[in-house]
């Protein structure tokens, strides 16, 4: 019988108007792996033929759904092609940074990811991401939290990552240094672009709960305020 391997390479990019969207994605594709290394865990092909996901687990478990189906779809197609799924890569930036880590953790120790989902439902709204509070400062950036708002510690800091042998530390001091007044005044400034991304990911999302359903009319009115489109007409 025919053997074969789908090797997954996942590339998660996006900011929070996606994060949902993305998370649901690699939810899946995490119970697809996880069906699929449960049904080649059984050795005897006899048994594997007629074996069910929910035999396996709690079947009140919410966490289980769709890896029940992935499992009988991947079970009946083996009558002909035993196929397995890996997952080889897993990369992303922004929120779909967040959902590639927590899918790579969970792939590793068989972990769930409903927890990501209320992150993302409970803190990850436009309106929380926009809100006065939720304002940018430079006690907030903590990535930048060692160089300590210094150009000196910054400088000292690039210094250090261009000799540490590291090749990923030495690409991103060198691309630090290439635009660095723009990396002073991240350091330096309490300001950020945050505010910008923030009205983008409103854009998107009102964008996206309207699509096919209406015009450009309703998208202005829902994104600009009232008074601003009577002196836009004015």
């Known amino acids: 019988?025919?053997?074969?391997?789908?090797?997954i390479a996942l590339v998660c990019f996006g900011g929070a108007s996606l994060a949902v969207y993305m998370h649901g994605i690699s939810k899946e594709i995490l119970k697809l792996v996880r069906a699929s290394s449960m049904l080649h865990s059984i050795v005897d092909r006899a048994e594997r033929s007629k074996a069910s996901f929910l035999d396996k687990v709690d079947r009140k478990d919410s966490e289980y759904d769709t890896d029940a189906i992935y499992f009988e779809f991947l079970r009946d197609i083996g009558r002909t092609l035993e196929l397995r799924v890996i997952v080889d890569i897993v990369a992303g930036a922004s929120a779909?940074?967040?959902?590639?880590?927590?899918?790579a953790r969970a792939l590793s120790h068989d972990l769930p990811m409903g927890a990501l989902r209320d992150l993302w439902l409970d803190h990850a709204d436009v309106s929380d991401l926009l809100a006065p509070h939720a304002r940018a400062r430079a006690g907030s950036k903590l990535v930048l939290k060692?160089?300590?708002?210094?150009?000196?510690k910054l400088d000292a800091w690039l210094h250090d990552a261009q000799l540490s042998g590291i090749y990923a530390m030495q690409r991103f001091a060198r691309a630090a240094r290439q635009d660095i007044d723009a990396v002073l005044n991240a350091v330096l400034e309490p300001w950020s672009n945050g505010q910008t991304e923030g009205q983008i990911n409103r854009l998107k999302a009102i964008?996206?709960?309207m699509y096919g359903r209406a015009g450009i009319e309703l998208l202005r009115a829902r994104m600009i305020p009232l008074y601003q489109v009577d002196l836009h007409q004015e």
Request: hydrophobic share 30%; charged share 30%; glycine share 20%.
């Open 96 to 103: 779909g940074g967040i959902n590639g880590t927590m899918l």
């Open 207 to 209: 964008k996206r709960a």
């Open 146 to 152: 060692p160089v300590g708002g210094s150009i000196e």
């Open 1 to 7: 019988m025919k053997e074969k391997e789908l090797r």
